[in-house]
């Protein structure tokens, strides 16, 4: 072998080698972000479910089985003393409700709940009174995530005679 067919054959390994690295590279990128999404997900997944076992319940403490025709005659947000979650029976319960979820292992889910009344003209402001309307807003955290998942809704309550 001579000196041109020796150099030939280091630029292919040299080529062979970066284009293996550039595969690598680009499967792990991939993993990565399959991973990131597999989490945010999950993330979405128990943000929603939350959100579905709040609004199962009944509006407020005081509409659980009677009628409520004045909105002073609501309670304040948070559960009654003596409910603990998974025993709460109204909406407002889960107001600064936290739970750790490492059912899952590979990763752990922080959720948490803010729950406020709110006024339908406004309702990305809570509001300083009580209202027919209250808003549950609903965070997912992991250190698995890059992200926080955040999602809410508003739970309104109505009377028919």
């Known amino acids: 072998m001579n ?5 030939i ?12 690295l550039r595969v690598n590279n680009g499967v792990l990128s991939t993993n990565t ?6 989490f945010g997900v999950l993330a979405v997944s128990l943000a929603t479910s939350m959100i579905e076992e709040a609004n199962g319940k009944a509006f ?12 002073s005659a609501l309670s ?4 009654e003393s003596g ?23 590979s990763a752990v889910f922080k959720i948490a709940c803010k729950v406020n009344y709110i006024n339908p ?4 402001t809570a509001s300083g009174s009580k209202t027919w309307h209250k808003k549950i807003t609903v965070q997912v955290t992991s250190e698995s995530m890059q992200d ?8 309104s309550y109505f009377y028919f005679r």
């Open 3 to 7: 000196t041109g067919q020796m150099l």
């Open 9 to 20: 054959t280091i630029a292919a390994l040299m080529l062979l080698s970066l284009v293996v």
């Open 33 to 38: 972000v399959m991973m990131e999404s597999k």
């Open 60 to 71: 407020d403490h005081f509409t659980d089985s009677n009628t409520v025709t004045l909105t």
């Open 76 to 79: 304040s947000l948070g559960p």
């Open 83 to 105: 409910e603990v979650y998974p025993d709460f029976n109204d909406f407002d319960d889960f107001n600064n409700f936290t739970k750790i979820d490492s059912t899952l292992p």
């Open 121 to 124: 003209a406004n309702p990305e």
């Open 148 to 155: 926080t998942v955040e999602m809410s809704t508003i739970y």
